[in-house]
T-cell receptor, first 112, second 115 residues
């Protein structure tokens, strides 16, 4: 079945540092891929998505490219801010499309 | 921006008691979901619901769990006899199309504490 493997955390960065959170997937076919973010005390919010190979999803300065050849969807941001401190989840749908599989989550703390 | 609303935000219940977690999905959404997240662990799928019936459910969603859409706006998760291990954050989500293409909108969650 489909699954995602996500880089373990926690990650601590200084403000304006470059961020990469790794995510690799296993899937039948080519499902859409997603990154969700969970700010402290809140629910999950869709951060970005990509629907097919070589697509780049982007939002709020974050980017992720759907790489079929490496089965990866790594999340990147060129310059993180304190407000980016959150838990980030990579996700993809099941073959039926009725549920999502989430990665274990990567906690990011950005210090001033 | 439209929101998925969940109530209560925090519920404490005694083991063996029934609880009902409530959700108001976005009004034009047709697909509804419940997920849970035990503290510090993965977000786990419980159930998906479409056209007034369960589309899919996980192994977690045993006979103690049920879902209902009692009217045009609410979507509820009932746990009949709570166990300590049911303590978790429960998230409701909805989508206008199949979430696999567009993603979901999640609520802020209900923290359930079973004592």
């Amino acid at each position: 079945g489909n699954s995602v493997t996500q880089m373990e955390g926690p990650v601590t960065l200084s403000e304006e540092a470059f961020l990469t959170i790794n995510c690799t997937y296993t899937a039948t076919g080519y499902p859409s891929l997603f990154w969700y973010v969970q700010y402290p005390g809140e629910g999950l919010q869709l951060l970005l998505k990509a629907t097919k190979a070589d697509d780049k999803g982007s939002n709020k300065g974050f980017e992720a490219t759907y790489r079929k050849e490496t089965t990866s969807f790594h999340l990147e941001k060129g310059s993180v801010q304190v407000s980016d401190s959150a838990v980030y989840f990579c996700a993809l749908p099941s073959n039926t499309g009725n549920q999502f599989y989430f990665g274990t989550g990567t906690s990011l703390t950005v210090i001033p | 921006e439209p929101e998925v609303t969940q109530t209560p935000s925090h519920q404490v219940t005694q083991m063996g008691q029934e609880v009902i977690l409530r959700c108001v999905p976005i009004s034009n959404h047709l697909y509804f979901y419940w997920y849970r997240q035990i503290l510090g662990q993965k977000v786990e799928f419980l159930v998906s619901f479409y056209n007034n019936e369960i589309s899919e459910k996980s192994e977690i969603f045993d006979d103690q769990f049920s879902v209902e859409r009692p009217d045009g706006s609410n979507f509820t998760l009932k746990i009949r006899s709570t166990k300590l291990e049911d303590s978790a954050m429960y998230f409701c989500a909805s989508s206008t199309n199949r979430g696999s293409d567009y993603g979901y909108t999640f609520g802020s969650g209900t923290r359930l504490t079973v004592v």
